[in-house]
């Protein structure tokens, strides 16, 4: 490479010495060679700039691809998503009137009052009154057969001659 540009330099050396202006000529081959030089160590700069720019590209082009994919695969499953709803809407469509809906349900209501005032027993009623649900009349039941099995027990214990501890005799102190 140092031959070839001294060769360069030789081959140059007419022309720069026709196109400097006067005093800036180059007089000798070192002054022609000191600017190769230069001149090579500026482009090797540039291009390790440019290698290093294209590396900052080619991540940001990588980075923009993959956004871009997943940025795809987000529309095409929203895209599904609203395929879906309108075939949903499509099958409701005909088959729902919200117009007779509404005029049910007000049917219900006014229904519902005249049951109520008439003075039947309903579920809100009921439940106004304080009575218990299903579950806690089931659990009262549970606690009366434990109480009676206890009962039980304490009379078999009587029967068979037991010993009153005072524990029970508190209980049927008067």
Do not use: K
Not at 92 to 118: F, K, M, W, Y
């Amino acid at each position: 490479m140092r031959l070839t540009t001294v060769l360069l330099a030789l081959s140059a050396l007419p022309l720069l010495n026709g196109c400097a202006p006067e005093g800036d000529a180059p007089t000798d081959l070192s002054d022609i060679d000191a600017r190769f030089e230069a001149l090579e160590g500026a482009a090797e700069a540039q291009r390790e700039e440019s290698a290093a720019a294209n590396a900052a590209l080619e991540t940001r082009i990588a980075t923009l691809e993959a956004d871009a994919a997943e940025t795809n695969t987000y529309v095409a499953e929203v895209e599904a998503r609203v395929l879906t709803l309108e075939q949903e809407l499509a099958a409701l469509e005909g088959s729902v009137d919200i117009t007779a809906l509404d005029a049910a349900v007000a049917d219900h209501e006014v229904r519902l009052a005249s049951v109520e005032g008439a003075g039947y027993a309903t579920e809100d009623w009921v439940t106004g009154q304080g009575y218990g649900y299903s579950p806690d009349v089931d659990a009262l039941d549970t606690r009366l057969t434990t109480a009676e099995g206890d009962i039980s027990g304490l009379e078999s214990d009587l029967a068979d001659g037991g010993v009153w501890d005072s524990s029970l005799e508190a209980l049927f102190t008067y």
